[in-house]
């Protein structure tokens, strides 16, 4: 598989995967003509698209959906929930079992917590090798604790240093919307889902969807390098995913 964060933060977060046979978007949250131009950077065309999966309908992760699927029409997947919010989509097909196939992709649905009308995390497989992504949500279920461990690529969101948000100047009921259990995910927790989750086969951990306001790339960073120094656990590469910036080409 091969992986570059296109974009991640506050602003928009858009994800591309292919294996062999697939190409895949996960959520188009930048506009039409950033991702298209961020596509064509690292060769690919955006007709070959072979779906775009849907997290959740927040602006940051379907701001350029209608424009991009306008011109490029890629099947969307997305729960009946998720498509009340972009009926303008008119190639989509409904996200109804635990598993999603797209060619040699074999894709499994975990439900995330977030104050959307519904919302998803994804792990996408092909092969002996496999992708996380969880992103918005205020924490991850027990249940799917198994399913999380011991993956190759995790593309966990880092969203908030709590120090930073707590003396920041977001309102009460704002600061407690991100804190709660339909909120996001701060440095602290991502540092230590991923401490649980982590194994010997993991090579990449991307921390993704950071706070401008009340985060900094050092502190997530640091946060977990930190929680797994502790654990005695390593992971190679870290990376810090950016807004308005593609990560590395990543190969599993």
């Avoid at 259990?181 to 991502?190: I, P, R």
Wanted: aromatic fraction near 8%.
């Amino acid at each position: 598989m091969r992986v570059v964060v296109l974009s991640s933060g506050s602003k928009g977060n858009t994800t591309y995967v292919e294996t062999d046979k697939a190409k895949i978007l996960i959520d188009a949250g930048n506009c039409c003509k950033y991702i298209n131009e961020k596509l064509t950077n690292i060769g690919v065309d955006a007709n070959d698209l072979d779906g775009i999966l849907i997290t959740h309908t927040h602006s940051d992760h379907v701001k350029g959906l209608k424009v991009f699927c306008n011109k490029f029409n890629p099947k969307v997947y997305c729960s009946k929930l998720m498509f009340n919010d972009i009926d303008y989509v008119t190639n989509y097909e409904f996200i109804n079992s635990d598993v999603i196939n797209i060619k040699d992709m074999k894709i499994e649905v975990i439900k995330t917590s977030h104050d959307a009308t519904d919302s998803n995390g994804y792990i996408i497989n092909n092969n002996d090798s496999s992708v996380v992504y969880i992103t918005d949500t205020g924490y991850i279920n027990r249940k799917y604790f198994d399913m999380l461990k011991n993956r190759d690529l995790y593309i966990m969101e880092s969203n908030h240093d709590i120090e930073m948000l707590n003396n920041g100047k977001y309102p009460y009921e704002l600061r407690k919307r991100i804190y709660g259990d339909k909120g996001h995910l701060s440095n602290v927790d991502s540092s230590k889902y991923l401490s649980h989750f982590i194994g010997n086969k993991t090579k990449y951990i991307l921390l993704a969807h950071l706070s401008e306001e009340n985060n900094k790339p050092e502190l997530a960073y640091n946060t977990l390098v930190n929680k797994l120094k502790e654990n005695n656990q390593l992971v190679d590469h870290i990376i810090v995913c950016k807004q308005n910036e593609e990560t590395e080409l990543i190969k599993l």
